[in-house]
């Protein structure tokens, strides 16, 4: 499993978008814990995801993770957060930290 970087203004009302894939389908389910810490945004400040479970149905290849932003009004430079992933069942994983 590989996972897209991302990037977004703060102001987007869809947040910060992530693809997960497989390089292959599987027949199983596969689920991924996953959440996301600060290094420069902020947790509840910047963004609103403290941890999270995604599922890949059998067949499928890829699923969106969507991080979302607090739009805080504040003009602020690039910031960066960091995913990470844990708890996978049938998959390597790559892309996260």
Do not use: C, W
């Not at 997960?20 to 910047?46: C, H, M, N, P």
């Not at 995604?54 to 805080?72: N, Q, Y």
Request: proline letters at 4%.
């Amino acid at each position: 499993m590989s996972v897209t970087d991302a990037s977004a203004n703060e102001g987007d009302s869809h947040g910060l978008r992530f693809v997960a894939t497989l390089s292959r389908a599987s027949d199983q389910e596969i689920k991924l814990g996953y959440g996301a810490f600060d290094i420069t945004a902020e947790y509840s400040q910047d963004f609103t995801i403290p941890y999270r479970v995604f599922t890949i149905s059998p067949g499928e290849t890829e699923v969106e993770i969507v991080v979302p932003f607090v739009d805080d009004n504040t003009a602020e430079g690039p910031e960066t957060l960091r995913m990470y992933a844990y708890n996978s069942t049938f998959t390597a994983i790559s892309g996260f930290t």
